[in-house]
């Protein structure tokens, strides 16, 4: 126990940095996600919108 208790703060800091970045890119990821699902939407209303209107967008 003790010898882990002597870990170079490096690696703790390491660890850390690796854990925040984990986290960070899964935040993006769903953010990517749900941007694209959103896109998509607002591409199927202007689309319908100008099937309804008879204008090409």
């Known amino acids: ?3 882990q208790l002597r870990l ?3 690696l703790l ?3 850390y940095m690796l854990l925040l970045a984990i986290l960070a890119h899964a ?3 769903v953010m ?3 941007a694209h699902a959103v896109h ?3 591409h199927a209303v202007i ?3 100008s ?3 008879d204008f090409r967008i």
């Open 40 to 42: 998509a939407f607002m």
């Open 27 to 29: 935040v993006m990821t």
């Open 13 to 15: 800091l390491l660890a």
């Open 8 to 10: 170079p703060a490096f």
């Open 51 to 53: 099937n309804l209107m």
């Open 47 to 49: 689309v319908f919108a």
């Open 32 to 34: 990517a996600v749900m």
């Open 1 to 3: 126990m003790e010898v």
